[in-house]
């Protein structure tokens, strides 16, 4: 069992973006949701992609289950944005509310607190 991710951390925020519809000229729509209490942590890792392709991350984004908030399901509104023709996109503040970066969402990792049944907390991959 895993043990709670340490509140100290949790200390960013983000606006997660999930593209609703493409236009003509290929300009997309998006849908905010700003998230509190998440942690970015820079990374260069590689890792498999949905479509089982390898890609570099830049960053990793952790989302607690219990304490950022909202609670959003991640993993439908990454196939919700690509199937309106955009993978979703991010913008992520520091505690200070500085902007760290805006970054494109290619992976969504849901890690689960075994033996528990439940989703200890959700790895954005981020490039």
Known sequence: ????SPQILLTDRMVLKVCTSVDAWQKPSWQEYEVRRVHLQNTNEVRKSTTNTEVLLHSLLFIDT???????DYDELAAQSLKAGKPMRCEVFNASGQKCGEYEVLTVDPVPDVPATRIHHTELGLV
């Open 1 to 4: 069992m895993l043990r709670p």
């Open 66 to 72: 219990t304490l950022s908030v909202p609670r959003l």
